[in-house]
Protein backbone atom coordinates (compact mmCIF):
# COMPACT_ATOMS: atom_id res chain seq x y z
CA UNK A 1 0.00 0.00 0.00
CA UNK A 2 2.88 2.46 0.62
CA UNK A 3 4.43 1.98 -2.85
CA UNK A 4 1.00 2.51 -4.18
CA UNK A 5 0.61 5.92 -2.20
CA UNK A 6 4.11 6.59 -3.22
CA UNK A 7 3.83 5.81 -7.05
CA UNK A 8 -0.30 7.91 -6.85
CA UNK A 9 2.22 10.94 -5.55
CA UNK A 10 4.79 11.11 -8.33
CA UNK A 11 2.00 10.95 -10.24
CA UNK A 12 0.13 13.84 -8.66
CA UNK A 13 3.71 16.07 -8.96
CA UNK A 14 3.87 14.96 -12.53
CA UNK A 15 0.58 16.24 -13.47
CA UNK A 16 0.75 19.57 -11.48
CA UNK A 17 4.44 20.02 -12.88
CA UNK A 18 3.08 19.72 -16.32
CA UNK A 19 -0.30 21.88 -16.02
CA UNK A 20 2.25 24.54 -14.19
CA UNK A 21 4.32 24.24 -17.49
CA UNK A 22 0.93 24.50 -19.92
CA UNK A 23 -0.05 27.80 -17.97
CA UNK A 24 3.08 29.30 -17.80
CA UNK A 25 3.33 28.48 -21.57
CA UNK A 26 0.02 29.95 -22.44
CA UNK A 27 0.76 32.93 -20.66
CA UNK A 28 3.99 33.57 -22.36
CA UNK A 29 2.37 33.32 -25.60
CA UNK A 30 -0.25 35.62 -24.74
CA UNK A 31 2.05 38.52 -23.29
CA UNK A 32 4.25 37.82 -27.34
CA UNK A 33 1.46 37.84 -29.52
CA UNK A 34 -0.08 40.98 -27.86
CA UNK A 35 3.53 42.64 -27.87
CA UNK A 36 4.23 41.59 -31.56
CA UNK A 37 0.66 42.91 -32.62
CA UNK A 38 1.36 46.30 -30.60
CA UNK A 39 4.58 46.71 -32.49
CA UNK A 40 3.53 45.89 -35.84
CA UNK A 41 0.37 48.24 -35.55
CA UNK A 42 2.17 50.91 -34.00
CA UNK A 43 4.80 50.64 -36.39
CA UNK A 44 1.77 50.73 -39.87
CA UNK A 45 0.37 53.79 -37.79
CA UNK A 46 3.45 55.74 -37.37
CA UNK A 47 4.17 55.11 -41.26
CA UNK A 48 0.46 56.04 -42.53
CA UNK A 49 1.06 59.27 -40.42
CA UNK A 50 4.15 60.14 -42.09
CA UNK A 51 3.23 59.52 -45.39
CA UNK A 52 -0.12 61.81 -44.92
CA UNK A 53 -1.11 64.95 -44.07
CA UNK A 54 -2.51 64.87 -40.65
CA UNK A 55 -4.33 67.60 -38.69
CA UNK A 56 -4.56 67.94 -35.06
CA UNK A 57 -8.27 68.12 -33.41
CA UNK A 58 -9.44 68.09 -36.53
CA UNK A 59 -12.59 67.63 -34.56
CA UNK A 60 -13.56 70.98 -34.12
CA UNK A 61 -14.82 70.97 -37.75
CA UNK A 62 -18.73 71.89 -38.05
CA UNK A 63 -19.52 69.10 -39.77
CA UNK A 64 -19.67 65.48 -38.93
CA UNK A 65 -17.23 63.60 -41.22
CA UNK A 66 -18.75 60.29 -42.87
CA UNK A 67 -18.83 57.20 -41.13
CA UNK A 68 -16.43 54.66 -42.13
CA UNK A 69 -16.56 50.56 -42.13
CA UNK A 70 -14.96 49.11 -39.10
CA UNK A 71 -14.04 45.45 -38.85
CA UNK A 72 -14.48 43.64 -35.71
CA UNK A 73 -10.80 43.39 -34.31
CA UNK A 74 -9.46 45.69 -36.88
CA UNK A 75 -7.09 48.46 -35.68
CA UNK A 76 -8.38 51.74 -35.33
CA UNK A 77 -5.32 54.04 -34.40
CA UNK A 78 -3.76 55.04 -31.09
CA UNK A 79 -4.13 56.32 -27.72
CA UNK A 80 -1.71 58.04 -25.92
CA UNK A 81 -1.21 59.71 -22.62
CA UNK A 82 2.32 61.55 -22.52
CA UNK A 83 2.15 62.21 -18.60
CA UNK A 84 1.62 58.31 -18.13
CA UNK A 85 3.98 57.02 -20.90
CA UNK A 86 1.06 54.94 -22.10
CA UNK A 87 1.09 55.25 -26.18
CA UNK A 88 -1.09 51.76 -26.93
CA UNK A 89 -3.23 50.71 -30.13
CA UNK A 90 -6.78 50.88 -30.68
CA UNK A 91 -9.10 48.25 -32.13
CA UNK A 92 -12.47 47.76 -32.64
CA UNK A 93 -14.20 46.25 -30.37
CA UNK A 94 -14.30 44.91 -26.71
CA UNK A 95 -14.12 41.10 -27.26
CA UNK A 96 -11.98 39.03 -24.98
CA UNK A 97 -9.30 38.61 -27.84
CA UNK A 98 -9.53 42.18 -28.55
CA UNK A 99 -8.60 43.50 -24.81
CA UNK A 100 -5.92 40.91 -24.48
CA UNK A 101 -3.82 42.54 -27.60
CA UNK A 102 -4.99 46.46 -27.02
CA UNK A 103 -7.71 48.56 -25.91
CA UNK A 104 -10.75 48.35 -27.89
CA UNK A 105 -13.67 51.00 -29.05
CA UNK A 106 -16.53 50.26 -27.78
CA UNK A 107 -19.41 49.30 -30.42
CA UNK A 108 -22.47 51.46 -30.05
CA UNK A 109 -20.23 54.83 -29.55
CA UNK A 110 -18.54 57.79 -31.90
CA UNK A 111 -15.76 56.42 -33.70
CA UNK A 112 -12.39 58.49 -33.27
CA UNK A 113 -12.57 60.39 -36.08
CA UNK A 114 -16.31 61.69 -35.58
CA UNK A 115 -17.82 64.05 -33.14
CA UNK A 116 -19.38 62.68 -30.28
CA UNK A 117 -18.59 60.59 -27.03
CA UNK A 118 -15.65 57.87 -28.08
CA UNK A 119 -15.98 55.08 -25.54
CA UNK A 120 -12.74 53.14 -25.18
CA UNK A 121 -12.12 49.97 -23.26
CA UNK A 122 -9.47 48.22 -21.37
CA UNK A 123 -8.10 45.74 -19.06
CA UNK A 124 -7.00 47.32 -15.82
CA UNK A 125 -4.35 44.53 -14.61
CA UNK A 126 -2.58 45.58 -18.62
CA UNK A 127 -2.60 48.83 -20.92
CA UNK A 128 -5.11 50.48 -18.79
CA UNK A 129 -3.74 49.69 -15.36
CA UNK A 130 -1.87 53.15 -15.50
CA UNK A 131 -4.78 55.23 -15.33
CA UNK A 132 -4.50 54.69 -11.62
CA UNK A 133 -2.89 57.71 -11.56
CA UNK A 134 -4.35 60.04 -14.02
CA UNK A 135 -5.38 63.31 -13.38
CA UNK A 136 -7.62 66.22 -14.32
CA UNK A 137 -5.84 68.38 -16.98
CA UNK A 138 -3.89 65.34 -18.29
CA UNK A 139 -3.55 65.30 -22.41
CA UNK A 140 -4.95 62.43 -23.91
CA UNK A 141 -4.09 62.00 -27.84
CA UNK A 142 -6.18 59.67 -30.11
CA UNK A 143 -4.31 59.13 -33.63
CA UNK A 144 -6.16 57.47 -36.85
CA UNK A 145 -5.22 57.54 -40.46
CA UNK A 146 -7.75 60.70 -40.69
CA UNK A 147 -5.49 62.38 -38.21
CA UNK A 148 -5.34 63.33 -34.15
CA UNK A 149 -7.36 64.69 -31.85
CA UNK A 150 -5.96 66.06 -28.16
CA UNK A 151 -8.47 65.67 -24.91
CA UNK A 152 -7.69 67.03 -21.77
CA UNK A 153 -9.21 64.89 -19.00
CA UNK A 154 -11.88 66.64 -17.25
CA UNK A 155 -12.61 64.13 -14.42
CA UNK A 156 -13.11 60.27 -13.09
CA UNK A 157 -15.35 58.45 -11.18
CA UNK A 158 -16.67 55.04 -10.32
CA UNK A 159 -19.46 53.74 -10.85
CA UNK A 160 -21.74 50.20 -11.31
CA UNK A 161 -21.43 48.06 -14.34
CA UNK A 162 -24.73 49.12 -14.78
CA UNK A 163 -24.18 52.24 -15.70
CA UNK A 164 -24.05 52.78 -19.05
CA UNK A 165 -25.48 56.32 -19.11
CA UNK A 166 -21.23 57.31 -19.20
CA UNK A 167 -21.08 56.18 -22.71
CA UNK A 168 -24.51 57.99 -23.42
CA UNK A 169 -24.15 60.08 -26.76
CA UNK A 170 -23.15 63.70 -27.25
CA UNK A 171 -23.39 66.17 -29.77
CA UNK A 172 -19.85 67.36 -28.37
CA UNK A 173 -16.56 65.92 -28.79
CA UNK A 174 -15.79 64.10 -25.62
CA UNK A 175 -13.75 60.85 -24.57
CA UNK A 176 -14.33 58.67 -22.25
CA UNK A 177 -12.28 55.53 -21.23
CA UNK A 178 -13.37 52.77 -18.82
CA UNK A 179 -11.80 50.09 -17.14
CA UNK A 180 -12.24 47.87 -14.14
CA UNK A 181 -11.97 49.35 -10.97
CA UNK A 182 -11.08 48.47 -7.81
CA UNK A 183 -6.99 48.50 -9.83
CA UNK A 184 -5.72 45.93 -7.17
CA UNK A 185 -8.62 43.46 -6.90
CA UNK A 186 -7.91 40.06 -7.32
CA UNK A 187 -10.84 38.52 -9.49
CA UNK A 188 -13.79 40.29 -11.63
CA UNK A 189 -13.75 43.77 -10.21
CA UNK A 190 -17.10 45.02 -9.39
CA UNK A 191 -16.80 48.57 -10.67
CA UNK A 192 -15.53 50.47 -13.26
CA UNK A 193 -13.62 53.67 -13.17
CA UNK A 194 -14.71 56.09 -15.94
CA UNK A 195 -11.91 59.13 -17.20
CA UNK A 196 -14.26 61.75 -19.23
CA UNK A 197 -12.14 64.18 -21.33
CA UNK A 198 -13.01 66.87 -23.56
CA UNK A 199 -11.34 68.17 -26.72
CA UNK A 200 -8.78 70.34 -26.22
CA UNK A 201 -9.65 73.78 -27.99
CA UNK A 202 -7.41 75.87 -29.89
CA UNK A 203 -5.68 78.82 -28.72
Given at each position: ??W?R???????????????????G????????????Q?????????????????????????????????????L?R???????????????????D?R????H??G??L????????I????????R?????????????????G??A???????????????????????????????????????P???????R?????
Amino acid sequence: MAWRRHEMLRWTQAALLILGCLGLGFYAFGYFQAALFQRYEQWRLEKTLATGTQRMDHLHETHQPARTAVVAGAALGRIEIPRLGLSVVLVEGVRRRDLRVAVGHIPGTALPNEVGNVGIAGHRDTYFRELRRIRPGDLVIVSTSAGSTAYSVESTRVVKPSNIGVLAASTQPVLTLVTCYPFNYIGSAPERFIVRARVRRSP
